[in-house]
């Protein structure tokens, strides 16, 4: 019997670390091929170029899908969807996967998932079900829901949301976060690890800031299509004010080490890169750092002091590492918070209390106590049992699952 052909695609460092291990098992598989299909911010020098970590891993990359143009605007993010789709088409045709496997809400997936459904390719989805009201990730996410066929969940209320949304409760899985496999099989480095791989010193407090742009509320009229058009929810034309405001609360901790990683390639991702790049050159103990890399991203939460801005690893992976997390403005709404995350509104004053809140030793002590609501073992073995096992055949008819209590009556 012919290996079955799994295709991944990935767009983003973020995103691949959470798929690695899912990936690295398919890999290793003998009844399994993998066909790992590469776009969007891995190809772009300005983005670190991250393709080098995957061929690092030593992971055979079917296709190279070349997307990002140079616009940082909205019109410029539709564009890029645009070209990516061409590549794909041409990818299905001479890759002939049997399945898909697509992770999250980005527009790089969106196009994916469009893609698969248009070359009747089955489609798995991981993370579906999640609320994110401050980012277009939120409609995205559901949008990729629909058009997939098997879903793979991080907590039961996300489970009873897909089901909510039409699919069928045997094709939906809850299995934990995919991302926090990587706390279990594999060493994190510590700090004279980190210290000698970044090149400089991790003092005491250790502040991880990690913010990219919030592109749910539409810009101003004069603003659509122009740069940063897509940033936050209360940024203007000059820049995102999330960042603005994560960077003048640092300013009352001098004492503090600060890491600073880019933001994605979300619109708007220039200004907040130009506002960080400034911050770290005339801030003393302050580092830039374009891309961490899963491994040393988790080490520093390992050993940060706190971690800041507006990603979902501040609600996924640092509660699992122990390190609290000051989650600023509305990007992240809706989402499954652990009690070590203090949510603050895009206003210098109001984070600079959530940081000292997260210094504060009864406040680590009682809240890094608690359970993460997306604890899960070995998520990545759960995910493959299925897409080995599954009938294929039977997933290509997919029908709306109403609730009983909606069902007509025959």
Known sequence: MPARRIAVVTGTRAEFGLLQWLVEDIHRDPDLQLLLVVTGAHLAPEHGKTVAEIEARGFPIARRIEMLLSDDSAVGATKSMGVELFGLAEAWRDLRPDLLVLLGDRYEILAAAASGLMARIPMAHLHGGEVTLGAVDESIRHAVTKLCHLHFVAAEPYRARVIQMGENPAQVFTVGALGLDTLTRTALPGRPELEASLGFALGDPLFLVTQHPATAVAPPAEAVGTPSAMG????????????????????????????LTHPNADPGNSAIRQALENFAARRPRTHLVSSLGQIRYLGLLKVATAVIGNSSSGLIEAPACGCPTVNVGPRQDGRLRAASVI???????????????????EFRRTSLAQPSPYAGQEVAAKILSVLKTVDLRALRIKPFFDAKQDRPPK
């Open 232 to 259: 936050s929810a209360s940024s203007g034309r000059n820049g995102d004010r999330g960042t603005e405001q994560i960077l003048a609360a640092l300013s009352a901790f001098p004492e503090a080490t600060v890491v």
């Open 343 to 361: 949510d603050c509104p895009e206003d210098a004053a109001a984070i600079e209390a959530g940081i000292r809140r997260a210094l504060s030793p």
